[in-house]
């Protein structure tokens, strides 16, 4: 964050909640670079009170230092998690991908062709399909953000902490006090491919209500990203539609991944019947074989018929990925194959959401690319290598390539 203060302190007085709230202060005396003055706090805290906070900057740097004097005991002051960030926590950039959903945390088994019951151990990851594509974005040099909601626990802070550290906006997170962190452990076979059991009864990601969502965020995105997990129950159901029609209202794309994930439905046909509950809406769809065939109900999944019937009147691009093998795309102008890159595959997690974050964020710098077909089999070549550089460690965000990975291994793969 840019900074630059005339004095060293910067005051303001609020009321906190119970639960992790944003607060906005402005007309200091110090002014921020670039804003009016304005800058958000995040607060995790565990009671109600109302507190005055003095914001000392250091001198030197960019730093903020925080006090807070709780009203009710004016001689105490302890230190506070905070955040602060430019223009009321709302990053001011037209290439903003917003991603909506889940962030949890994945337990992957450190010997491939195991059962979980005869893995010997596991190693612990961040993941969550949508958070995967904001740190991805976030990795390949693009702006990104997270809306969603861990616990209030270690699992949940230490989420919260990696999207900061990778550089994704946290304005949209929240912490839940009477749910746990969602975990999955993630069985790999011997050819990489993935098995799923999920611990969320209900975690944290389920309980999202609407009137929670930060929808000043929401309007600056170019890109709205999500998945289908968000669908399966309300209070989250309800707060994933409003906020697909917030961002459609203020003029974003919609990205949908359906992201299949049959053990978390209560039926097959439940899961279908969700996953095309919103098919019309998206402007980018990303699928694979397997949610084509599961969608078409055994239509051949590589078929370009099959494709077609899950193409509908609005819908900009439908990409299909075929792992190694590289991906489909099919616009109403053209469609094609792009080649895939080979690598020596360790684990599939996340895959799929590096190719979205490789191709979402040349869609955000470029949307003309989606009426240009050489120029998106060059974004398509892109996202392919993302994927591709994803399968080669464990685990999904410790995996996600910068872009200079990408391109090393683009320009290897034509020698």
């Known amino acids: 964050m840019a900074m630059m203060t005339t004095s060293s302190e910067l005051r303001l007085s ?26 958000s706090v995040k607060f995790m805290n565990r009671k109600s009170y109302s507190c005055n906070i003095k914001f000392c900057a250091t001198k030197g740097d960019c730093s903020l230092y925080a006090l807070q004097t709780i ?15 430019e223009n009321g926590a709302t990053p001011e950039d037209q290439s903003l991908v917003i991603c909506f959903g889940e962030m949890l945390i994945d337990f992957v088994p450190t010997v491939a062709g195991l059962s979980l019951a005869d893995a010997p151990a596991f190693k612990k990851a961040p ?22 909601k861990v616990g209030d626990d270690e699992f949940g802070y ?12 946290d304005g949209g997170i929240l912490f839940d006090k009477g749910a746990r962190t969602a975990l ?13 059991m999920f611990f969320r009864n209900p975690s944290a990601d389920m309980l999202l209500q609407e009137s929670e969502l930060n929808v000043d965020l929401i309007k600056k995105s170019k890109i709205f990203h999500y998945g289908s997990i968000s669908l399966i129950t ?27 994930r049959l053990p978390l439905w209560s039926s097959a046909e439940a899961a279908r019947e969700g996953m095309l ?55 109403k102008e053209f469609h094609g194959r792009v ?20 191709i979402l964020s040349q869609l955000a710098k470029d949307l003309s690319l989606l009426k240009d077909e050489a120029r998106l089999r060059e974004a398509l070549e892109f996202a392919n290598a993302c994927g591709a550089i994803t399968t080669t460690e464990r685990g999904a965000i410790p995996a996600l390539p910068d872009k200079e990975a990408v391109h090393k291994l683009m320009k290897n793969a034509l020698v």
Request: glycine share 12%.
């Open 158 to 169: 230490m989420l919260a902490d990696i999207l900061k550290k990778n550089n994704v906006h």
């Open 184 to 196: 999955a452990f993630v069985t790999l076979r011997s050819d990489g491919e993935r098995e799923f």
């Open 339 to 358: 080649p895939g890159v080979k690598v020596e595959t360790i684990d599939t997690t996340g895959a799929g959401d590096a190719f979205v974050a490789g």
């Open 234 to 260: 309300d209070p989250c159901k309800s707060a994933h539609l409003a906020a697909m029609k917030i961002a459609k209202g203020a003029g974003a794309l919609l990205s949908y991944d359906p992201n299949l």
């Open 14 to 39: 609020c009321g906190s909640s119970p639960h992790t709230s944003r607060f906005s202060a402005g007309d200091f005396s110090s002014p921020v670079k670039g804003s009016n003055g304005g800058f």
């Open 71 to 85: 009203q009710k005991r004016p001689k105490t002051q302890v230190p506070i998690r905070a955040s602060a960030s």
């Open 277 to 331: 509950s919103i098919w019309n809406e998206a402007d980018i769809i990303k699928i694979s074989e397997e949610e084509i065939e599961f969608l078409t109900q055994g239509g051949d999944p590589y078929s370009h018929e099959s494709a077609m019937k899950l193409m509908h009147p609005n819908l900009k691009v439908l990409l299909v990925t075929e792992g190694q093998a590289g991906c489909r795309y099919y616009t």
């Open 127 to 148: 993941g969550g399909a949508p958070a995967n594509v904001a740190v991805g974005i976030a990795r390949l040099g693009g702006k990104s953000a997270f809306i969603g």
